[in-house]
């Protein structure tokens, strides 16, 4: 088990949340593509595999989130996201598990059929809000919800977009206890970690769990919709954030994230052949399913950065599957053709 002198800072951590289980969630090797990319060696952390809805890496962050509102006697979850958002359906399925009533404020148009996470929402009853564009004017329709809630003698409980406050930062440190600890058992090291970045939480709290358990592995974020300097910014308030509110003495700046943006290409959730190719390879080589939204991506910029010689031959790289696998039956028409 890990040994570090930030040991203590580690268990208020584990103290401070609501235990969804499913942890740890499995390090696999993926020596069939490392073959294939003739790279370093390759594996997977399967966040994908967490125990809400159908998986993915909210739940780590959920559970000081919902440790949070049951502290406050909530009974009505609010949340927002894309329409087809992991991070809203999970809160529905952790609502659900644990008694509450959970409230989604989806941004996008109704479609005319529930697919997705859309159904999962269906299924678990959550009420949900349908609002046009991101904006001021959805925090104010989750306020206004929270406020007629209130009326009604309830206690609602608003979540962040994506979950990604400092106080949910942890989670993805103790992810990252979790990933060391694997990796001792297998007696062996890794030296770089790839995945998604979003809102920026996973990656701040790998960043912050490396700097706590002196990690020297670099971590990589692969932007789906944020430009670069937007993404560094956002990561290192969330992990300056989150270290002051646990009391360690440590911060970083912008500099020190790094993220690739030029991924993104057409924008976010527009699946292009790269990523379609990236699904099919991973697929076909190790029976592994990503999501055409992040990992997808995160994969299309794997494998370049391997081709690129971007790593050492002897490296153990180790990708994070941060879930979204309802999204594929989304793109069925073009996943059908590959």
């Given at each position: 088990?890990?040994?570090?002198?930030?040991?203590?800072?580690?268990?208020?951590?584990?103290?401070?949340?609501?235990?969804?289980?499913?942890?740890?969630?499995?390090?696999?090797?993926?020596?069939?593509?490392?073959?294939?990319?003739?790279?370093?060696?390759?594996?997977?952390?399967?966040?994908?595999?967490?125990?809400?809805?159908?998986?993915?890496?909210?739940?780590?962050?959920?559970?000081?989130?919902?440790?949070?509102?049951?502290?406050?006697?909530?009974?009505?979850?609010?949340?927002?996201?894309?329409?087809?958002?992991?991070?809203?359906?999970?809160?529905?399925?952790?609502?659900?598990?644990?008694?509450?009533?959970?409230?989604?404020?989806?941004?996008?148009?109704?479609?005319?059929?529930?697919?997705?996470?859309?159904?999962?929402d269906k299924l678990l009853s959550a009420e949900i809000k349908f609002v046009d564009g991101y904006g001021p004017h959805v925090e104010d329709l989750m306020n206004n919800l929270a406020e007629e809630f209130n009326a009604k003698g309830n206690k609602p409980y608003i979540i962040p977009m994506g979950a990604s406050v400092p106080l949910t930062v942890p989670g993805y440190v103790l992810a990252m206890e979790e990933l060391v600890n694997q990796f001792h058992e297998i007696g062996e090291n890794f030296d770089s970690i790839v995945c998604a970045c979003g809102t920026g939480g996973t990656q701040a709290g790998l960043i912050l769990g490396a700097k706590l358990l002196d990690v020297e592995a670099k971590i990589l974020g692969v932007n789906v919709f944020a430009s670069k300097a937007d993404a560094s910014r956002t990561i290192a308030q969330l992990v300056n954030g989150s270290a002051e509110f646990l009391d360690v003495d440590l911060s970083i700046v912008p500099e020190e994230v790094t993220v690739f943006d030029e991924y993104i290409k057409e924008g976010y959730g527009v699946l292009n052949k790269e990523v379609t190719e990236a699904i099919k390879l991973v697929s076909e080589t190790e029976g592994i399913f990503l999501d055409p939204v992040y990992t997808g991506k995160a994969m299309v910029a794997l494998i370049d950065l391997i081709k690129k010689g971007y790593f050492k031959e002897d490296d153990n790289v180790v990708f994070f599957h941060t879930g979204g696998l309802p999204a594929l039956f989304l793109y069925r028409n073009e996943l059908g053709k590959a």
């Open positions: 088990m890990v040994r570090s002198s930030k040991l203590l800072v580690l268990e208020r951590m584990h103290r401070r949340k609501i235990s969804f289980a499913g942890f740890p969630t499995p390090l696999q090797k993926m020596p069939n593509l490392s073959r294939v990319l003739g790279g370093p060696s390759l594996f997977v952390k399967r966040d994908d595999m967490t125990d809400l809805a159908f998986g993915g890496n909210k739940a780590r962050k959920l559970e000081f989130l919902f440790a949070d509102a049951k502290d406050q006697g909530a009974d009505v979850l609010i949340a927002t996201g894309a329409v087809q958002s992991n991070c809203a359906c999970m809160v529905a399925s952790a609502a659900r598990r644990l008694g509450m009533k959970p409230v989604l404020v989806l941004v996008g148009k109704e479609p005319d059929v529930y697919d997705g996470n859309l159904l999962l």
